[in-house]
C-alpha cells in the first residue's frame, strides 16, 4: 500500500543548511509535496514537486526527488529560528484528490 | 477571507460522549477532508468527500461519522468518545488543479481530550 516515511526529529544550528529526508512507496505517485505545521497551527504549502523532475528551487528552499529510490528531501538554506516547526512529506496519485502525509519531522533550531 | 474555519479549537470529552466537530469553507471546494494527527504517526485521514451528499471512509473511519449536505459545510461526529481518540483533528478543503495537482488548504485544528 501507500506509505511514506521521515525521520521524526532534527537538530540544526542557526545559520546551517537543514536537510529534511522522507521515502516514499507509491510508484504511480504523480506530485509530492512538503507541508509546514507551526506550533498551534494547521498545515501550509511549502511546495511541491512534480514527478517527472528531479530538482526544484524556491528562494531557501531546494526539492530533491530520486524517483528510481523513490526519496525525496528538502534541502533549507540558512536556516533561522523561524523555520522552527514541523515539516510533512506527503505524497498524491491523482484519483479523488487523496494525500498522504509522512509522520513529520520536527526542526529546531538553535543559536 | 476565512478559509477553512474549525471549531472549537479545544474540547474535553468524558468517555463515551458524543459530539460534533465542525468544519467549514469558503472557497466552493468540492473536496473536504477529516484527518486526526498523533505524535510520530503524521496525518491519516478519517473520512473524505467529493461532494454534497458523497462520503466515503479514509484509513481510520471507526467512531467517526460525517455527513456532507452543502458544499460549505463538512462535521465530524464522535458517537461515543473513548480515549484512544484523543488526538488534533484537522479539516482540510482542496480542488483538482487538472494536473494531478492537489491544492489542500487546512483548518487550525481541534485538540479534543477524551478522559
Known amino acids: 500500500g501507500e506509505d511514506v516515511e521521515q525521520s521524526l526529529f532534527l537538530s540544526v544550528r542557526e545559520g546551517d543548511s537543514s536537510v529534511i529526508n522522507c521515502t516514499y512507496t507509491d510508484s504511480s505517485s504523480t506530485y509530492l509535496y512538503w507541508y509546514k505545521q507551526e506550533p498551534g497551527a494547521g498545515l501550509q504549502l511549502l511546495t511541491y514537486?512534480?514527478?517527472?523532475?528531479d530538482m526544484k528551487q524556491d528562494q531557501r528552499l531546494t526539492v530533491l526527488l530520486n524517483k528510481k529510490d523513490k526519496h525525496l528531501s528538502l534541502r533549507i538554506a540558512d536556516t533561522q529560528t523561524g523555520d522552527s516547526a514541523i515539516y510533512f512529506c506527503?505524497?498524491?496519485?491523482?484519483?479523488?484528490?487523496?494525500?498522504?502525509f509522512g509522520a513529520g519531522t520536527r526542526l529546531a533550531v538553535h543559536p | 477571507n476565512a478559509g477553512v474555519t474549525q471549531t472549537p479549537k479545544f474540547q474535553v470529552l468524558k468517555t463515551g460522549q458524543s459530539m460534533t466537530l465542525q468544519c467549514a469553507q469558503d472557497m466552493n471546494h468540492e473536496y473536504m477532508s477529516w484527518y486526526r494527527q498523533d505524535p510520530g504517526m503524521g496525518l491519516r485521514l478519517i473520512h473524505y468527500s467529493v461532494g454534497a451528499g458523497i462520503t466515503d471512509q479514509g484509513e481510520v473511519p471507526n467512531g467517526y461519522n460525517v455527513s456532507r449536505s452543502t458544499t460549505e459545510d463538512f462535521p465530524l461526529r464522535l458517537l461515543s468518545a473513548a480515549p484512544s481518540q484523543t488526538s488534533v483533528y484537522f479539516c482540510?478543503?482542496?480542488?483538482?488543479?487538472?494536473?494531478?495537482?492537489?491544492?489542500?488548504?487546512f483548518g487550525q485544528g481541534t485538540r479534543l481530550t477524551v478522559v
Open positions: 514537486i512534480f514527478s517527472n523532475m
Open positions: 482540510a478543503s482542496s480542488y483538482p488543479t487538472g494536473t494531478g495537482r492537489i491544492e489542500a488548504f
Open positions: 506527503a505524497e498524491s496519485s491523482g484519483g479523488y484528490n487523496k494525500l498522504i
